[in-house]
Nanobody, 121 residues
Framework: EVQLVESGGGLVQPGGSLRLSCAAS????????MTWVRQAPGKGLELVAG????????YYADSVKGRFTISRDDAKNTLYLQMNSLKTEDTAVYYC??????????????RGQGTQVTVSS
């Protein structure tokens, strides 16, 4: 059974930074494409970052490009999202999710329970 547990969310001022972590278990983490998705209040899910198995291919949504960095530690079965220069519009629940990358398209699949990120002064 896929289990994904996010941590690291919280309240931060605009311009600040947070690092999200996702502890994975129940599946061969190193073999999976992994993603971070978010859902802002009243909006749908947005795939913000993706990383291939092996880490050689990365994806960032235009809204976070240059500010967010996705990474993985396969030895620790852990996925990370470093978020810098945070903006109020980054406020959302952030989910770690398994993913797929097929024919140039990224998509997310099974998600964790999420962690709240609030950017406010």
């Amino acid at each position: 059974e896929v289990q994904l547990v996010e941590s690291g969310g919280g309240l931060v001022q605009p311009g600040g930074s947070l690092r999200l972590s996702c502890a994975a278990s129940g599946f061969p983490f190193s073999m999976y494409v992994m993603t971070w998705v978010r859902q802002a209040p009243g909006k749908g899910l947005e795939l913000v970052a993706g990383i291939s198995n092996g880490g050689g291919r990365l994806y960032y949504a235009d809204s976070v490009k240059g500010r967010f960095t996705i990474s993985r530690d396969d030895a620790k079965n852990t996925l990370y999202l470093q978020m810098n220069s945070l903006k109020t519009e980054d406020t959302a629940v952030y989910y770690c999710a398994t993913g797929v990358f097929v024919r140039g398209t990224w998509a997310s699949s099974t998600r964790g329970q999420g962690t709240q990120v609030t950017v406010s002064s």
